[in-house]
C-alpha cells in the first residue's frame, strides 16, 4: 500500500499555521440578532458576517463604523447596525414603569435606504390601507416593501375586535408615509420609507410637548393596541425613555420569534 505524504509542520510553517488557526465560524460567531435579522427581512438580508451585513442584492453594509457606542446619545448621534440592536425591546412587557432607554429608536439610515428606498429619490413603493374601516378611520399610506402593507392590515384586523370606546385612541390617524427629518434632527424619520404610523394625537403623549429632555413619562394608550402591533412586527414609542405614544414603527429584527 503507497505511503500517505504527510506535512511536517516543523518543516512546512503554513502547515503548522493552519493547524493553529481554529475555523473562522469559531473565531467570529454571528452576532446573536443575527438570525433575527434576516428572518425579519426574508429575501432582503442573506447574512450577517464579523463585520457586514450582506443583502440579497449584493449590497455590502458595515455592522460597525467605529468603536462600540457607550452611551445612547453617542449611539444616536452616530448609530450603525450593531447599535440598533444594543437595548433590548421588550415586547409584551407590562406597560410601566417609565422606561429608561430607548429600545429601537437607534437606527442606520443606510440600511433603511437598501431595504425600503430613498424617499428623496422617490424609490419608496407604497400603497394606501384602509384604516380602521369599520369605524371610519379613512386611509393611510405605507410601503409594500417585506409585507408592511400586509402586516399593517393584521393590525386593523386585531384593532377592529376591541371595544368601541377604545377607537379615540385610533381615529382619525396621524399619517404613514412622509418624506421628512425626526423633528429637531437632520436624521430621516421611519415614516420617510413607509414603515411608521401615527395613531390620534389627541391621546397622544410626546417628550417633546412635556418639555424636552428630562420630561416626566406619560402615556394614556391601553396595553390591547400596543400588543395588537407587537404581534404583527411593529415596536412602539411609548417603550422609549423619548416617549411618543402615538408612533408605531416596523421592525420586526428587534420583536423575538419574528
Known amino acids: 500500500m503507497p505511503r500517505r505524504c504527510q506535512l511536517n509542520p516543523m518543516r512546512h510553517p503554513l502547515a503548522l499555521l493552519l493547524a493553529l488557526t481554529p475555523p473562522a465560524a469559531a473565531q467570529t460567531p454571528a452576532p446573536p440578532w ?9 429575501g432582503l438580508v442573506s447574512q450577517v458576517t464579523a463585520s457586514e451585513v450582506i443583502l440579497s442584492n449584493g449590497t455590502r453594509l458595515p455592522r460597525r ?17 450593531d447599535a440598533m440592536f444594543v437595548d433590548r425591546y421588550p415586547a409584551g412587557a407590562p406597560l410601566s414603569p417609565a422606561p429608561t432607554t430607548d429600545p429601537g429608536r ?19 413603493r407604497l400603497r394606501d390601507v384602509a384604516w380602521l374601516p369599520g369605524r371610519g378611520g379613512g386611509r393611510i399610506r405605507v410601503t409594500t416593501t417585506n409585507h408592511v402593507a400586509e402586516r399593517l392590515e393584521a393590525v386593523i384586523r386585531d384593532l377592529e375586535k376591541l371595544p368601541p370606546a377604545m377607537t ?3 381615529v382619525p ?23 411608521a404610523v401615527d395613531l390620534a394625537s389627541g391621546q397622544a403623549d410626546y417628550w417633546r410637548w412635556s418639555g ?3 420630561a416626566r413619562y406619560r402615556n394614556r394608550l391601553p396595553a390591547a393596541i400596543v400588543a395588537a402591533f407587537e404581534r404583527h ?12 405614544t402615538m408612533h ?3 421592525r420586526p429584527e428587534l420583536l423575538p420569534g419574528r
Open 34 to 42: 443575527a438570525a433575527r435579522l434576516i428572518a425579519g427581512y426574508p
Open 212 to 214: 424636552g429632555e428630562g
Open 106 to 124: 437607534t437606527r442606520y439610515e443606510p440600511f433603511f435606504d437598501a431595504i425600503y428606498g430613498d424617499c428623496r429619490k422617490g424609490a419608496v
Open 233 to 244: 412586527g411593529f415596536i412602539w414609542g411609548g417603550r422609549w425613555r423619548h416617549f411618543d
Open 65 to 81: 463604523l467605529g468603536p462600540a457606542a457607550a452611551t445612547e446619545a453617542a449611539r444616536q448621534a452616530h448609530p450603525d447596525i
Open 168 to 170: 379615540r385612541y385610533l
Open 173 to 195: 390617524n396621524s399619517g404613514g408615509y412622509s418624506c421628512r427629518a425626526i423633528a429637531g434632527t437632520s436624521q430621516r424619520s421611519l415614516h420617510s420609507y413607509g414603515i
Open 248 to 250: 408605531f414603527e416596523y
